[in-house]
């Protein structure tokens, strides 16, 4: 895609916010201009998983908005992006985007990526998973959107975790057409 390629970042409160913040970290490296909303839960998990401030999280987008704020850019089908990923989604998130519920921005830019026909790349962090899940993820998945929890892929050898969440970052950042240079791929 051309230079002005954009991607909507949603996080949301389940654990793994790692996903996020890799996403973001690969969007910039690949030169991809990205638009974050980040859930009052999430900034919860953001202060229990890692060390960063929620200005530090902010500084890694081009472009913040705060969830109530449903008249922002990208809560229209007319601002156009390459897609979104959510990373990670929880099943709140999931449910809401599922049955177009459409509470907060996330979840309002979640919905209208799906009415534009874009990619919608929800990595739901959940195990295990109970009928409502599977039902949810399946609406979601008629609708268009793409479920990929985060499952580590361990013909790679990973020396650590940071070999798995970049994988699995870049991997969801691949179902947009967003190449991340270097990324380990099977038979490469």
Known sequence: MDKTQRLVVGISGATGIAYGVRVLELARK????????????????????????????????DVNYRPAD??????SGSFRTAGMIVAPCSVRTLSAVAYANND?????AADV???ERRRLVLMVRETPFTLAHLRAMTAVTEMGGIIMPPVPAFYLKPDSVEDIVDHTAGRALDLLGIDVPDLPRWGE
């Open 30 to 61: 690949a030169g991809v201009e990205t638009h974050l909303v980040v859930t009052p839960a999430a900034q919860q998990t953001r202060a229990y998983e890692t060390d960063l401030s929620a200005r530090d999280l902010a500084a890694m987008a």
């Open 70 to 75: 449903i008249g922002a850019a990208i809560a």
């Open 104 to 108: 907060n921005l996330l979840t309002r």
């Open 113 to 115: 990526t799906l009415k």
